[in-house]
Each structure stands twice: as C-alpha cells, then as structure tokens.
T-cell receptor, first 110, second 114 residues
Framework: AQRVTQPEKLLSVFKGAPVELKCNYS??????LFWYVQYSRQRLQLLLR??SRESIKGFTADLNKGETSFHLKKPFAQEEDSAMYYC????????????FGQGTRLTINP | KAGVTQTPRYLIKTRGQQVTLSCSPI?????VSWYQQTPGQGLQFLFE???????NKGNFPGRFSGRQFSNSRSEMNVSTLELGDSALYLC?????????????FGPGTRLTVT
C-alpha cells in the first residue's frame, strides 16, 4: 500500500537557522512527490514537486529513491515560513490521486 | 482568474441525514478531486472526476458519492451521515493535460454532524 510518513508533527527553529522537514514514502512504482504548504487562514497550495527540480521560496527537495525519502530543506529560515507543510505522493505522472502525510507544523521563532 | 470555490463553507447536519457539497473548479480545468481532512486521519482522497466520469476512487464507503457536470462543476453527496463524517471537505481542480496537472485547492466545506 502507498504511504507517506512525516515523522515530526511539530518543528520549531529560529530565524536564520537551517530547516529540514522529513518525508518518507512507501510505493513500489515510480512515484511523483510533492510538498504542499498551508499558511495561516490560506488554502492548501503546491510548494514544489520533485519532477521540476526547482527551488521555491528558498526551499528545495531531492527525491532519494534508495532511502525512499523526499525531505524539504531551506538553508536560512524566515518568519514567513511558519506554516503547515504536507508531503504528498502521486501514483504516477499526472495521476490526480494524492496520498498525503500527516503534516508538519513549522514554527519559525524570531 | 478566479480560484476554486466551494459552497457552502459551513454546514451542520444531524446523524442520518444526507448532505450535498458543491465545487466550482477554475475555468478551463477538467479534473476535480475531493479530499476529506480530519485531525485523526489527515487528508484522505475520496474520488476524482474527469469529463463527467469518476476516474479514481479512494477507500470510502458507498455512502460517499459524487458527480461532475458538463461544465466541470462537481458535487459530492454523503448519505446517512455519521458522527465520524464531521470533517473539512476539500475540493481541488486541475487542468490535467500535457505537463500541467497541478491541483489547486478550494477553501473547503466544514461539515459538522451532531
């Protein structure tokens, strides 16, 4: 069965410190991985996807098939990064069925 | 362009009743997906509709159903409501063509079953 695990429910770091949100997945096929973010009182929105290999708002994520991980990283956290972050797995390119992790609430302290 | 809209935003129902939620996708989007979000289970996929046909389905009982109209608007229906159906129901739309398949989420409908 497909599964996405985000081991940290809560993560708190200081402004300017590096951030890493962990995500591990379980899927035997060729997955497509995403990170979604939900800022306070806003909708869930796509942050980045592994296939595009781009950096958004300073965040990057690399798919490691050997470790079945897709950790989200940012070298220097900013206060506006405080939000709920969800890792999600799509079962093949373009497939609209997303399997979400439980989410990590990131708090950036000033 | 206008984002995904969902109506109503809040709803209170009694056990045993049925409910219909509505989702209007972004203009031009052909795929509509529905998700249930609860504190205990998180975000779970319900089903997806594309060109008026259910294309993908999650692991929910038959009490949960949906449909899509020719203008891509979608509705989901829950019959014989149970207390455990209390949740935030999210709708997401996608163009789903070429390499453009990003899902855009609506604000959700908060359903409370008493």
């Amino acid at each position: 069965a497909q599964r996405v695990t985000q081991p940290e429910k809560l993560l708190s770091v200081f402004k300017g410190a590096p951030v890493e949100l962990k995500c591990n997945y379980s899927y035997s096929g060729s997955p497509e991985l995403f990170w979604y973010v939900q800022y306070s009182r806003q909708r869930l929105q796509l942050l980045l996807r592994h296939i595009s290999r781009e950096s958004i708002k300073g965040f990057t994520a690399d798919l490691n098939k050997g470790e079945t991980s897709f950790h989200l990283k940012k070298p220097f956290a900013q206060e506006e990064d405080s939000a709920m972050y969800y890792c999600a797995l799509s079962l093949g390119q373009g497939a609209q069925k997303l399997v979400f992790g439980q989410g990590t609430r990131l708090t950036i302290n000033p | 362009k206008a984002g995904v809209t969902q109506t109503p935003r809040y709803l209170i129902k009694t056990r045993g009743q049925q409910v219909t939620l509505s989702c209007s996708p972004i203009s031009g989007h052909r795929s509509v997906s529905w998700y249930q979000q609860t504190p205990g289970q998180g975000l779970q996929f319900l089903f997806e509709y594309f060109s008026e046909t259910q294309r993908n389905k999650g692991n929910f009982p038959g009490r949960f159903s949906g449909r899509q109209f020719s203008n891509s608007r979608s509705e989901m229906n829950v019959s014989t409501l149970e207390l455990g159906d209390s949740a935030l129901y999210l709708c997401a739309s996608s163009f789903d063509g070429g390499d453009d398949y990003e899902q855009y989420f609506g604000p959700g409908t908060r359903l409370t079953v008493t």
